[in-house]
């Protein structure tokens, strides 16, 4: 039996994104498990979905900053998926920017979901900056994280079109059902590539 593989997932909003890793892993084409969801925002509805799962679920305390990621902050999430067991992180839809601290104990091993066809669009509401900017096309990326904002190599894209009459909403709905394929299919690439 394929071995399965632990993952910690960080969050701030809804957690669809972790929601659709849990899919994959019941319907069984995801060989993971997922041990610890945090969220810097308390009432991420993430964190109830984590727990109707039966999953682990802890708030990250920043120390009362809005949007800083504190490095005594990030070496404490550090140390709390270790011991969680988590050998890869997933970042879905976590609102701040991770650095060293967290980089020096997962580095090459933390992913990030982006709604952009990076390089293009990093940064704060990239589905809105794609309606602005008049493009045909845009759609998501799954991509590891170093230490730039958006920046690190491309595990796996997705595209779709911008439609006639598209709101950034629309867009943003369209952009997600993309996302939820695409973050099961490129954690399943890194795990073939990190037996
Ligand atoms: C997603 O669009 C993701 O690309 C972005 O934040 C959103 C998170 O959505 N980074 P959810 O919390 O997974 O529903």
């Given at each position: 039996m394929e071995k399965k593989r632990k993952i910690g997932v960080l969050g701030s909003g809804s957690g669809s994104n972790m929601q659709a890793l849990l899919d994959a892993i019941e319907v069984g084409e995801l060989a993971a498990e997922i041990v610890l969801v945090m969220s810097d925002n308390p009432d991420g509805y993430i964190l109830e979905r984590a727990r109707q799962a039966g999953i682990p679920a802890e708030v990250i305390d920043c120390a009362g900053y809005q949007s800083k990621f504190p490095d005594?902050?990030?070496?404490?999430?550090?140390?709390?998926?270790?011991?969680?067991?988590?050998?890869?992180?997933?970042l879905a839809g976590f609102m701040r920017l991770v650095k060293q601290p967290l980089l020096d104990v997962y580095g090459g091993k933390i992913l990030n979901i982006h709604p952009s066809l990076l390089p293009h669009f990093p940064g704060l509401?990239?589905?809105r900056q794609a309606i602005d900017a008049g493009v045909a096309e845009s759609g998501c990326t799954v991509h590891y994280v170093d230490a730039g904002m958006d920046t690190g190599p491309v595990i796996?894209?997705?595209?779709?079109?911008?439609?006639?009459?598209?709101?950034a909403e629309t867009l943003h709905e369209r952009i997600q059902e993309q996302e939820h394929i695409a973050y099961p299919e490129a954690l399943k690439l890194v795990f073939a590539q990190s037996p």
């Open positions: 005594h902050c990030q070496e404490r999430v550090g140390k709390r998926l270790q011991e969680a067991g988590a050998e890869f992180v997933c509401e990239a589905w796996v894209q997705r595209q779709v079109p911008v439609l006639q009459g598209d709101t």
